[in-house]
């Protein structure tokens, strides 16, 4: 089991910024793949982004490249999600989910997830 618990969402104003971050607990945080999704008000959840367990491998949406990074502490039990530039179609429900059984990008591959934290962006 693994228990995740999302924080750090909020209102923000188009350009500006915001950290998002996923505690995890339950199981050996440092070996567990993690990502965030989103999903805004009537569309289906969508991949955002994802880490390996080291770290050294990241993986993003082509609509956040370049503007959010992915990170992560092991020690903290802890993964971030740094949002840059935001845009109003930025504005979602961010999801954090680990172990992916298949496909990283995919939410059908997850077990794992935590209630998400409210975005939104203002114009």
């Known amino acids: 089991q693994v228990q995740l618990a999302e924080s750090g969402g909020g209102l923000v104003q188009a350009g500006g910024s915001l950290r998002l971050s996923c505690l995890a607990s339950?199981?050996?945080?440092?070996?567990?793949?993690m990502a965030w999704f989103r999903q805004a008000p009537g569309k289906e959840r969508e991949f955002v982004a994802a880490?390996?367990?080291?770290?050294?491998?990241?993986y993003y949406a082509d609509s956040v490249k370049g503007r959010f990074a992915i990170s992560r502490d092991n020690a903290k039990n802890t993964v971030y999600l740094e949002m840059n530039s935001l845009k109003l179609e930025d504005t979602a429900v961010y999801y954090c989910?680990?172990?992916?059984?298949?496909?990283?990008?995919?939410?059908?591959?997850?077990?794992?997830w935590g209630q998400g934290t409210q975005v939104t962006v203002s114009s």
């Open positions: 880490i390996n367990w080291s770290g050294g491998s990241v």
């Open positions: 989910a680990a172990e992916p059984r298949g496909y990283y990008g995919y939410t059908t591959s997850y077990t794992y």
């Open positions: 339950g199981r050996t945080f440092s070996t567990t793949f």
